[in-house]
Nanobody, 121 residues
């Protein structure tokens, strides 16, 4: 079974940094696109970034490019989201998501349980 387990969330002061991790299992890690998606309180889902497990190609939401960096470790079957210069508006539940289809960008299909990030003083 596909499993995605996020970790690394918590409380951070505005301007601080945090790195989220997502450990994947149950599928061939290098064959799929993986994503980070967030949902702020009372708001809809916001796509943050994606990475292809095979060659590490990344894509970012324009609004977050430069502050957030997504990476992967194929040996650990883990993707990461490095978040810098955090703002109160970055407060959200952050989800790790796997694409439905092999080797292409299609649909957000498998979701982790989410990890809470709170940027507040």
């Amino acid at each position: 079974d596909v499993q995605l387990v996020e970790s690394g969330g918590g409380l951070v002061q505005p301007g601080g940094s945090l790195t989220l991790s997502c450990a994947a299992s149950g599928f061939i890690f290098t064959s799929y696109w993986m994503y980070w998606v967030r949902q702020a309180p009372g708001k809809g889902l916001e796509w943050i970034a994606g990475i292809y497990g095979g060659d590490g190609t990344t894509k970012y939401a324009d609004s977050l490019k430069g502050r957030f960096t997504m990476s992967r470790d194929t040996a650990k079957k883990t993707v990461y989201l490095q978040m810098n210069s955090l703002k109160p508006e970055d407060t959200a539940v952050y989800y790790c998501v796997r694409d439905k289809e092999v080797s292409t960008i299609s649909f957000l299909h498998y979701w982790g349980q989410g990890t809470q990030v709170t940027a507040s003083s």
